[in-house]
Structure formats: C-alpha cells, structure tokens
C-alpha cells in the first residue's frame, strides 16, 4: 500500500506491477513537498542513498502525474558511476519513467523504460531520470527525454510546475 495524497490506489496498484519481480513491497514516504519544501536542497537532503525509490509529482494548472522509478535511488550513490561532460550518470536496467493524465487514470497511461542504462540516473540537482529524460529542477519539471536515454514515449517540450511531490523508499516485505 501507498500512502499517497497523489495517486488513487488503483494507480499504486499498477505501478507495483510495473516493478514487478512478483514480490510484496514497503513503500515507506520518505519526503513529500508540502511537509518538507519542494526544492533541489529539501530533496537531497530527504533522498540521499542507494534505495529502490518511487518518485509521484502532481503538476500544476493540469491534472496530469508523472512519476518514476529507480531501483538504485537518488544522490550520493557511490562509485559505480560513469563521468559526461562533467557529470555522474549511473547503471540501471530496471528504471523507469511514466505519466497518467490524472490521479486514477488507467486509460492514457505512458510508460518508458530506460534503454540507455549507462545513464539512467544522473546525480544533478533534485532527481534526473536519463540527463532530463523526467527531471527535477527546484520547482521544475521537465520530461523533454531529448537524450534518447528512456524510450521515447513520455517526450513534451513543456516545462511544468510541480504542486506535490512524493518520494518512497521501497524495500521487499
């Protein structure tokens, strides 16, 4: 179960699907915007470490989610990493990006799994799947995926504003 004020259970449901392993998980909520201050510092600060994590963002002016996940986490992730124009990107082959037109929207749902694993996470900022395949930036997000580094299914030149984010630490039950 997500305790989640962003997406409906069904959605959770789906998602857990999505990382699959037929497993039963933890989802514990380790930072959430409006408890915590949506910025690059207050994530980093709340994110650090190698843990599976599931990232939802609720966007402004839309009701539209976009979310993802990382099976090795975000920020200080250790050495296990590869140097590009002066910043670390890391291996993964589990991540994944997705978005929902809505907070139970199970209709127009994209999802996009990271193809360039070399470079599935890059340690910037606030989070950044792929070199801004889904990223954050303070109180940006950007899911322009113009690095080719996540299948191209979830590619918009917008740059949204986020209302709530959540971050969750995963672990096996």
Same mark, same amino acid.
């Given at each position: 179960?997500?305790?989640? !004020? %962003?997406?409906?259970? +069904?959605?959770? *449901?789906? %998602?857990? &699907?999505?990382?699959?392993?037929?497993?039963?998980?933890?989802?514990?909520? %380790?930072?959430?915007?409006?408890?915590?201050?949506? @910025? &690059?510092? @207050?994530?980093? *600060? $709340?994110?650090?470490?190698?843990?599976?994590?599931?990232?939802? +963002?609720?966007?402004?002016?839309?009701?539209?989610?976009?979310?993802?996940?990382? /099976?090795?986490?975000?920020?200080?992730?250790?050495?296990?990493? +590869?140097? $590009? =124009?002066?910043?670390?990107?890391?291996?993964?082959?589990?991540?994944?990006?997705?978005?929902?037109?809505?907070? =139970?929207?199970?209709?127009?749902?994209?999802?996009?799994?990271?193809?360039? *694993?070399?470079?599935?996470?890059?340690?910037? !900022?606030?989070?950044?799947?792929?070199?801004? /395949?889904?990223?954050?930036?303070?109180?940006?997000?950007?899911?322009?995926? !113009?690095? &080719? &580094?996540?299948?191209?299914?979830?590619?918009?030149?917008?740059?949204?504003?986020?209302?709530?984010?959540?971050?969750?630490?995963? /672990?096996?039950?």
């Amino acid at each position: 179960k997500i305790e989640s !004020n %962003i997406i409906k259970p +069904i959605l959770a *449901k789906l %998602i857990v &699907n999505w990382i699959g392993n037929d497993q039963l998980y933890r989802f514990k909520l %380790i930072y959430r915007g409006s408890r915590d201050g949506i @910025s &690059n510092k @207050s994530f980093r *600060k $709340k994110c650090k470490g190698r843990v599976a994590s599931l990232v939802l +963002i609720k966007v402004k002016e839309t009701n539209k989610v976009f979310g993802g996940y990382s /099976s090795i986490g975000f920020c200080s992730l250790g050495d296990d990493f +590869i140097v $590009k =124009e002066g910043h670390r990107l890391y291996n993964s082959s589990d991540n994944f990006i997705f978005s929902f037109e809505n907070s =139970e929207d199970t209709q127009h749902m994209k999802i996009s799994r990271v193809v360039n *694993k070399s470079q599935a996470i890059l340690d910037g !900022n606030g989070f950044n799947f792929g070199w801004g /395949s889904l990223a954050m930036n303070n109180v940006s997000l950007h899911a322009n995926n !113009n690095s &080719n &580094n996540y299948e191209n299914n979830l590619k918009t030149d917008t740059v949204y504003t986020i209302e709530e984010i959540e971050i969750f630490n995963i /672990s096996n039950q």
